[in-house]
T-cell receptor, first 114, second 112 residues
Framework: ETGVTQSPTHLIKTRGQQVTLRCSSQ?????VSWYQQALGQGPQFIFQ???????GRGNFPPRFSGLQFPNYSSELNVNALELDDSALYLC?????????????FGSGTRLTVV | LAKTTQPISMDSYEGQEVNITCSHN???????ITWYQQFPSQGPRFIIQ???TKVTNEVASLFIPADRKSSTLSLPRVSLSDTAVYYC?????????????FGTGTRLQVFP
């Protein structure tokens, strides 16, 4: 198992810019979810992808978008960055249909918008 | 998805057993109960999952009463490295959109 890896680990962007965050799922995992975690809060669900299709979305505006690739790696794109987008962004993967229902999380990307 | 209620924080000392109780009065028939642990600047880590009665693994035990309206995570003989935030989640992890709903969790502080 290689776990879930995210890049970059830290990022500073200016308000109005666009950002792409990347995630490599754990080997064998076909489902990936993205979460936003503000300081002192629990992670908030952004969206989920299963076999390259979005199949669930949280309460986030359309400027948050994503992709899942055939090798199950994934991207989170955020357009028109706002100061409130500053947070830890977490990627999590699991094997849909497997016997282990627990998600494996990456260590996250710390995004700071100034 | 059922909401959960758990204490905001707990303190303990090394070597003690810690029990964190989570309330989930509206748990559905298909819902599982899952606990995650999170250290600062890291993603949550799956600890344990159960449906009813008792589940035990190498890290913790999970006690679920017959009505399933609450659950208790038990950490035996905690150490300083168990200082973390613990999240209780309920949901159907098997079908469709199995998003995880995190609350604010329980911040456990272990003292020497």
């Amino acid at each position: 198992e290689t776990g879930v890896t995210q890049s970059p680990t830290h990022l500073i962007k200016t308000r109005g810019q666009q950002v792409t965050l990347r995630c490599s799922s754990q080997s064998g995992h076909n489902t990936v979810s993205w979460y936003q975690q503000a300081l002192g809060q629990g992670p908030q669900f952004i969206f989920q992808y299963y076999r390259e299709e979005e199949n669930g979305r949280g309460n986030f505006p359309p400027r948050f978008s994503g992709l899942q690739f055939p090798n199950y790696s994934s991207e989170l794109n955020v357009n028109a960055l706002e100061l409130d987008d500053s947070a830890l962004y977490l990627c999590a993967s699991r094997e849909r249909g497997g016997t282990n229902y627990g998600y494996t999380f990456g260590s996250g990307t710390r995004l700071t918008v100034v | 998805l059922a909401k959960t209620t758990q204490p905001i924080s707990m303190d303990s000392y090394e070597g003690q057993e810690v029990n964190i109780t989570c309330s989930h009065n509206n748990i559905a028939t298909n819902d599982y109960i899952t606990w995650y642990q999170q250290f600062p600047s890291q993603g949550p880590r799956f600890i344990i999952q159960g449906y009813k009665t008792k589940v035990t693994n190498e890290v913790a035990s999970l006690f679920i009463p017959a009505d399933r309206k609450s659950s208790t995570l038990s950490l035996p003989r905690v150490s300083l490295s168990d200082t973390a935030v613990y999240y209780c989640l309920v949901g159907d992890g098997a079908y469709n959109t199995d998003k995880l709903i995190f609350g604010t969790g329980t911040r456990l502080q272990v003292f020497p």
